[in-house]
Structure formats: C-alpha cells, structure tokens
C-alpha cells in the first residue's frame, strides 16, 4: 500500500523507539503467538483525522490527518460505483447505475478506484507496518470503527499493489462505539456448534408481491441448488419449523419465540434505511395488527432498530442471539450516521457478539442478469453464494476469519479473470461487526 502526503499529528502518550514511517517497529513487544490486533478510527471534522493503535502497543497511538480535498473526490468516486441510491435518485435508478456502467463491474476501473481509496485512506505509516507484518507471516485483524464520510468504504478493497487488496493483509470487522460495546448492562448470548439457528429467509411482507418493491429477494429456490442443501444441512437446529422460504407467518412476534434458545440468526430479506440509523427497518410479515410503533406502510408494520433495541407499544426488546447475519440491502448503514445506532448496533445491544451486515444496496439475481452487460443467466448463484458463505462463516469459532477466507478466494478469482460473475459487487459489501462481552469490574 502507499501513503499520501499527510501532515503527522504528534504522537500521543509514551511513544515507543521508532520514527513514524518505521514499520519494523510494529514487531515491538508483539508476544510470541499473539495475533496482531489494531483499532483504526476515522474522525470526520474539517478534514479527516485517522488514528489507530496496536493492542500490544496501547501506549503508543499513531495518528494523522488527510486534508478534506483529498478524501472528497475518491469518496464521489465510490459513491457512483456503488447501487445504493444518490441524492435524488430512485432505487431502480441507483441500480441501473451500477450494474449497467458502474467501476465495480469493470476490472481496471475497479483496480484504479481500489488504488485511489488506498493511496487517500491508509496512511503510510500504517501501510509499512501492515507490510512487515506480511513479510513476518502475520495476518494482523483491524478493527475499522469509519466515520459518516467513509462509512461505505471496502477495506477489503483497498489496492495494494498489482492485483493484491487489503483483504490479502489483514482481516477487517466493524468496530462501533466503546459507549456500545463496553456497556455493563450488555450480556453476550451463548453459542456453540449445536445451537438452533433461526432462519428467516425471503418472508413475505404483507401487501406487497413477490415482484414489487418488497417482494421477493431469492425468487425461486429450486430443491438440489446449494442454499437448499446448506439450509437442510442445518437439519432439526433450523427453527421456526416447516417450510424454509418465503414464508407469511414470521413476523416480530415469532422472531422472538425462534431467537429464544438460538445461538445464530440468518435473516435474508429486506432492510430499508431512514433519516436517522434508530429508524432502520427489517421487513418481516407483521402485518397492521403487529405490536410496536414503527408507522405502517400499507397494510405492513416493519420492525426498527429502535423497537428490536428498546421495544414498543406491546412489544418487549428482542434477545438477539451471538451470532446475527443480516443480508438485506443497506443493512449496515449505522456507521454513516452521527449517532450509529441503527440494526448492527440493536443487535449487539441485545446480545449479539457477531454481526454481519452489507454496506450497500445487494443486487438480486434478477437484477444483475437484467442490468449487467453479458451477464445473462451467468448471475445466478451470485448472491446465494454469498448466503450460502456467510451462513458457513458464523457457524466457525471465528466467523471474521471465516469469512475473510470466502472474500480472499472471491478476490482472487475477480482479479484473475475480471468476470462481472466475480465482481465485489456482492462480495465486498459484507462486514461484520465485532463486540466481545464487556469487562466486568
């Protein structure tokens, strides 16, 4: 990776022996067996400031400051290789966008974005001590709490040099608020292999059909495709029983009752972003009747991050089991928010250690074989790949590792033949965040 022209801030505390573009200097104190661990932070204010800090160097913070002209234009760039909308624009709008022109789709104007996003957001500091590490055998894990500015940035992405990303150097997860994560009042649910997992998969939203706006996410699921098998594999731990897809009868209320015991929840639907991230909403089938006070649409109640947090008129909080997967459009958004406490945040607030989200609009099959150039019926299996990838990711010890693995090969195979079938379209808009159990003083 390399580095802008940035002016150094002064390093805070006791600083450790080394000048401040001395990548060697990482390996200080590092103990022998320990993964290498980082807290990286972008701070939006006139211009952007990134400070980060190695957990066996927590005496020595780096930090530094990239002029605001700098971030902007890369930050224009990406906002228009992404499907989420614009200002002004529809959804249908923002799609066309992406998939029919967009630079994630192209291999050079993915490459040459990946670079600039690089060269802008890592500092060089930190690029050289990343590259020690490689050049050590380590696989460090940043832990990546962006600001509202960057929130939709790919770290995974990030260029290197040649076809190599960020994802090839470090394991990335999403850190959000210390204020969140170490509230004594939040308790980690249990996991283990055996949990039940509650699966909600392409629920139907009352009053909407299965081509509107709301409707169906997988179309039809045919019996022998590999996220029939993977969600059959999970035999007698899959709750609510019966049927897996595109039911009516999962609404807040039977959440609830499934996520009791459950130790994992898959929930691949819909979510739709608000004004402020408490307003963000998963669309399950409550219908007008369900309890709470998110404002109908129709004749649907969707479900908030407020009332999934705190609850509502009729309705208790819901106990989020440790590991949640939400793969629905914008699903993630918290981090683009001031205050981020949107579903990522409802979650690990009511006991989730592991969430995974997507940081943009996710394409349907359908709409990528409509609106990609060539694609055709090569699209299918784009998205319930990475169904299928993430659900096999939270069932490891490690799910961010697990996960990183299934983006590197992902990488890899973009990079190596620049099919739009392999496009970070998808992949990379997976993040997980990353909140253990609070100390207890």
Known sequence: MSGGN???????????????????????????????????RYIDADDLLVSWVWEHQRSSPRMTIIPRAHVAPVMDELAQALPSPLPGESGLQALQRALTDGALLDPE????????????????????????????????LL??????????????????????????????????????RNDP?????????????????????????????????????SEGSPLARAITDLG?????????FRRADIGRLALADAVVDAGRLLYVGHVTASTHALDARLH??????????????GAHRP?????????????????????????????????????????VAAFLHRGAEYVTATRWTLPTEAGLRRLVPGLGDRAEGM?????????????????????????RERRELWTSTGDPRRSPIIWAAFATAWAAAPARL
């Open 6 to 40: 940035w002016r150094d801030i002064p390093q805070l505390g006791a600083p450790l022996p080394m000048t401040r573009t001395d990548g060697d200097a990482v390996l200080t104190d590092l103990p022998p067996g320990v993964r290498p661990t980082a807290r990286l």
């Open 109 to 140: 104007r993915e490459q040459s974005l990946a670079a600039q996003l690089a060269s802008v957001l890592v500092p060089s500091w930190l690029s050289a001590e990343l590259n020690t590490l490689a050049q050590a055998g380590l696989r460090p």
């Open 143 to 180: 832990r990546v709490q962006l600001s509202p500015s960057t929130a939709q940035v790919p770290w995974e992405l990030m260029g290197i040099s040649g076809d190599e990303r960020g994802i090839d150097l470090a394991d990335v997860s999403v850190l959000l608020p210390a204020t969140l």
């Open 185 to 221: 009042a939040r308790t980690i649910s249990p996991w283990s292999p055996s949990s039940p997992v509650a699966a909600v998969l392409d629920p139907v939203v009352p009053g909407f059909s299965a081509t509107g706006e709301l409707g169906s996410v997988l179309g039809p699921v």
């Open 236 to 244: 007698p731990r899959r709750v609510p029983f019966g049927e897996a």
């Open 284 to 297: 399950l089938s409550d219908g007008a009747d369900a309890p709470g006070t998110t404002p109908l649409i």
């Open 303 to 343: 479900y908030s991050a407020a009332e999934i947090a705190l609850g509502g008129a009729g309705l208790a909080p819901l106990r989020a089991p440790n590991r949640v997967a939400l793969i629905a459009c914008d699903s993630g958004t918290d981090l683009r928010f001031a205050e981020p406490t949107g579903l």
């Open 383 to 407: 998205l319930t790949e990475a169904i299928v990838a993430v659900n096999a990711a939270h069932e490891q010890d490690d799910p961010i590792s697990a996960l990183g693995a299934w983006q």
